[in-house]
């Protein structure tokens, strides 16, 4: 019985320091994240650093899942926007790992104040669903 508890603990501390990308999918909750939909996909954006600096780089975490619950595979680009300024960033993010519904994505610098706007498109099978983000950068 003892070997088998722990086993049991260890499975249980791995759990704890396994990186959230294993968790993907579906969507839990969380203060920290900002949840947002398309018509067939559900969509977690967490920024790092938590707060986004006039010029400073940072990065964005997506978690896309269907909304049947399984993750998303299909071609993820990321991009922003100032709208009312029509201008993009100075700078091209790019995705630097994914792995079942989770992206990680490096290389956005928002170098003025004002209102910005993130645009997430999802393609598959030759379908592309869209979805924006408003932020304003104080
Ligand atoms: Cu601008």
């Given amino acids: 019985m003892k070997p088998l508890l722990n086993l049991l603990y260890g499975m249980v501390s791995l759990l704890a320091i396994m990186p959230i990308t294993a968790f993907a999918c579906p969507i839990l909750q969380d203060p920290s994240l900002t949840l947002l939909g398309t018509e067939s996909y559900n969509i977690a954006l967490q920024t790092t650093p938590e707060e986004i600096v006039v010029g400073e780089p940072f990065a964005v975490d997506l978690r896309i899942c269907h909304k049947s619950g399984s993750p998303f595979d299909g071609d993820v680009r990321v991009n922003a926007t ?28 928002f170098h003025m104040q004002g209102n910005w706007q993130f645009l997430v498109a999802l393609r598959k099978d030759g379908q592309t669903e869209t979805v924006s983000l408003d932020h304003i950068l104080e």
């Fill in 82 to 109: 100032m709208p009312l300024h029509k201008h993009g960033m100075n700078y091209e993010p790019s995705i630097i790992a994914s792995d079942m519904g989770a992206y990680h994505m490096d290389g956005f610098v």
